[in-house]
Each structure stands twice: as C-alpha cells, then as structure tokens.
C-alpha cells in the first residue's frame, strides 16, 4: 500500500484521559448508554473491512430515541472515554469495542445450561465422560459412573453459535490450551498482565484433591486473579516440545485431553527428581515414542529428551 494512503487506515481517536473506575460506572450504569455502545459496536461497514461510523441521527434512529436532546446527553457521557467522534461519524475504539465483545459473548446476561453432551469412555472405570454447560458459561467434563472430575472449562455462550456440540467442545479445548500456553508464558489472557507461574510439589488438602502426580501448576495472574490449576500434563502439552512430539505421533496437541492414555499416563510419570531448586521430570509416550522434560518451578523446559523406546 502505498505511503500517502497509510494514514487513512489510522483513525484519529481524539482526546482520551484515564477515568477512576467511579468514574467509569458512573458513565455506563445507565441504560441508553449501553445501548449506543450495542449499536456502534454491531455497525460494519463490509466493503471498507472496518467499523461502520454512524452520525448522530443514524446512530439515535438505531437506539430509537426521538428526543435528541436527550440522546445527546448520553452520547455526550460516553465520548472521550468508551465512543470516539470524528468527522464522518461515530465509532468505538479499543476500549468501547471491548466492552460490546464482552456484552455480545452471553457472559452477562445468558444462563442457558446444557447437560450430558457424550465425549468419551472413562479411563478409570469404562463409563462415560459427559460434558456439562453450567449455569456459570463453564463446561464441566465429569465420569457419570465414577464421577471423577477431569475438567473445568470456562466458555462463552457465543461458543455454542453456529456449532454442533462437538464443534463447540473442540474450540472450547482449542481457546483453553491457547490461554494456558499465554499463562505459561506469564502473560493473563484476560487482562495482559504479569501472570506468577509456579509448580508446586508441597501440597495442601485442596490441592492434592485435584493432583495426579503429587504437583500442581499454579498459575496466577498478580493483577485479576485469573487462576488455572491442573496437572503438569495440561500445561506441558502448551510446550513448543511437546506440541511438536505431539504432532509427529499424528496428534493434535489442543484436543488431548485430561481423560486420554496418553495424558493420563504422563500425569501417573511425574517425579520429584530436585527439590532446591525444584526440577520435576514428565515423560509422554505416543506409538513407540517417549519424550522426557525436566520443568523448573517457572515452568521453563530446562531439557528435553526424544527417544524411541
Ligand atoms: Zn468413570
Ligand atoms: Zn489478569
């Protein structure tokens, strides 16, 4: 694209300042506002690939307000901090988009709760693993025999859109393995800030009810507390090692899951071989094949080793 047209792909966002969260509140704790937001947000404007602005009488007509006076004061409320104005128009930069995204994703607002979606056979006992979509937009994978636990999670009600339940179980594991591999690296998924990631092989009551193999990964983001615990397996499997060891096998890393051989008997392979500094070895196996790490307590591969058994 040639230089004199860059700018154009640059829109000028106007003054933006910091607001409390007071503040913040305030703006949106009312519901026209809201409504402005739902309606520049859904706004596309399919041949330009961009959101579509909407002027004022459009954007009143969308919300269907007839009182511009009115329309305005709220309109007014919310640019400069969620919906930026410029000349052709009205539209919502990063900070509105991310509040319509959240609107539309059903995680406010819809408790829609699906049962007994079959998955898989049990690996402890023959039984059936069944997902279910809990009131709380999480999917929860447990044994209806033995009613062992093997998965919590979280999923939008916009995941189930335009999907078969099986298609909407995949992207659930494929969005939780990308989230874990961001955490791993110690970055929140939710939030961008500085996640603490920790193996730890000194167990509480709680945590040795959801370990395997006597250690937990502890990820922990210092800003939101979004949290993920689980075996060592999960957040291995995140691994550039043991993603393409994995692959070679005819695997697809993002859809082994907790109740498989392959992960169950990784999870049953995890030793203590250190303690100060902690150094913990996982081994998986696939068609013949073995891979053995050794985690530090950050969860940073200090080696790998492939062999053919
Ligand atoms: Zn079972
Ligand atoms: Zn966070």
Redesign the pocket.
């Known amino acids: 694209m040639a230089e004199e047209h860059r700018s154009e792909m640059l829109d000028h966002i106007g003054g933006f300042e910091s607001i409390s969260i007071e503040e913040a509140t305030s703006i949106l704790g009312e519901q026209t506002r809201m409504e402005i937001l739902v309606e520049l947000g859904k706004a596309w404007d399919e041949s330009r690939h961009q959101q579509q602005k909407l002027r004022f009488s459009e954007l009143m007509e969308a919300v269907g307000l007839t009182d511009s006076g009115q329309f305005n004061y709220h309109l007014d409320k919310l640019v400069g901090s969620f919906v930026a104005k410029s000349d052709d128009g009205y539209w919502l930069p990063n900070p509105g988009m991310q509040l319509y995204r959240l609107i539309v994703s059903g995680t406010f607002t819809e408790r829609e709760i699906r049962t007994d979606i079959d998955v898989d056979d ?8 069944r997902a279910t979509y809990r009131a709380d937009n999480a999917l929860v994978f447990s ?6 636990g093997y998965a919590v999670i979280p999923f939008s009600p916009r995941g189930f859109t335009n999907r078969t339940d099986d298609d909407a179980l995949q992207a659930a594991f494929r969005s939780f393995y990308s989230e874990l591999r961001l955490a791993r690296q110690g970055i929140c998924p939710a939030c961008d800030g500085p996640v603490e990631t920790k193996l730890v092989d000194d167990l509480n009551d709680r945590l040795d009810s959801l370990s395997v193999g006597g250690v937990i990964s502890s990820l922990r983001c210092t800003v939101c507390n979004n949290y993920y615990y689980s075996d060592l397996s999960s957040v291995a499997l995140t691994t550039d090692e043991v993603r393409q060891f994995l692959i070679d096998g005819g695997l697809e890393p993002p859809l082994v899951r907790e109740w498989h051989d392959v992960t169950v008997a990784a999870d049953e392979s995890v030793t203590v071989v250190q303690t100060d500094p902690l150094r913990v070895e996982i081994t998986f196996a696939v068609k013949g094949e073995t891979i053995d790490l050794t985690f530090d307590s950050d969860h940073q591969v200090v080696s790998s080793t492939r062999s053919v058994e």
């Open positions: 049990c690996p402890s006992c023959g039984g059936t693993v044994c209806d025999a033995c009613t062992t």
